[in-house]
T-cell receptor
Framework: GAGVSQSPRYKVAKRGQDVALRCDPI?????LFWYQQALGQGPEFLTY????????KSGLPSDRFFAERPEGSVSTLKIQRTQQEDSAVYLC????????????FGSGTQLSVL | AQSVSQHNHHVILSEAASLELGCNYS??????LFWYVQYPGQHLQLLLK??????LVKGIKGFEAEFIKSKFSFNLRKPSVQWSDTAEYFC??????????????FGTGTLLAVQP
């Protein structure tokens, strides 16, 4: 596609439920990033992939968060046993090579945990 | 730890007014600096960036930003705003140590509302 695609656009989960968020980056983009944006805040880094390798997961807030990109294209961010504090917009971005280049963002998945 | 501060959380201007949004970062080494913009209902997109060279950089839609290393600042400016500039603006820093790092640190954003 022309841009970064994320699905679902909105997700409502009951506390304790597992969720999976999908990101389709721009074709050919090597780098893929996940960010978490809480209401009224700027995006906060979660994790970074270069092709299929997860090179940095320092921003994942707990071991309930897990991300993968098994074939170096589509990525999934999984949150297990969701908590209310996980409610946020989850943004995916890709770049041709690295973060110090232009990032192309998706529209995000708005997660609400009740 | 690196951080980015945007002092103006909410700015309201009339059309044709001049704009300056403040951005300061905390990191003493080499940085790459960015401004991203999010128009209502759209995704984040790059407005402009500074890597090296001329500290005054020009971006899309008439925006410019000036890197002042001594002040750790990268303020965004536009001489005359339009209603279509209504959006949220994010400053971001990519700190370089031993080579490029792989993550941007974002500020909390400034919501700009331009009144027609």
């Amino acid at each position: 596609g022309a841009g970064v695609s994320q699905s679902p656009r909105y997700k409502v989960a009951k506390r304790g439920q597992d969720v999976a968020l999908r990101c389709d980056p721009i074709s050919g983009h090597v780098s893929l990033f996940w960010y978490q944006q809480a209401l009224g805040q700027g995006p906060e880094f979660l994790t970074y992939f270069q092709n299929e390798a997860q090179l940095d997961k320092s921003g994942l807030p707990s071991d309930r968060f897990f991300a993968e990109r098994p074939e170096g294209s589509v990525s999934t961010l999984k949150i297990q046993r969701t908590q209310q504090e996980d409610s946020a917009v989850y943004l995916c971005a890709s770049s041709l090579r690295r973060a110090n280049e232009k990032l192309f963002f998706g529209s995000g998945t708005q997660l609400s945990v009740l | 730890a690196q951080s980015v501060s945007q002092h103006n959380h909410h700015v309201i201007l009339s059309e044709a007014a001049s704009l300056e949004l403040g951005c300061n970062y905390s990191y003493g080494g080499t940085v790459n600096l960015f401004w991203y913009v999010q128009y209502p209902g759209q995704h984040l997109q790059l407005l402009l960036k500074y890597f090296s060279g001329d500290p005054l950089v020009k971006g899309i839609k008439g925006f410019e930003a000036e890197f002042i290393k001594s002040k750790f600042s990268f303020n965004l400016r536009k001489p005359s705003v339009q209603w279509s500039d209504t959006a949220e603006y994010f400053c971001a820093v990519n700190a370089l140590y031993g080579g490029a790092t792989n993550k941007l640190i974002f500020g909390t954003g400034t919501l700009l509302a331009v009144q027609p």
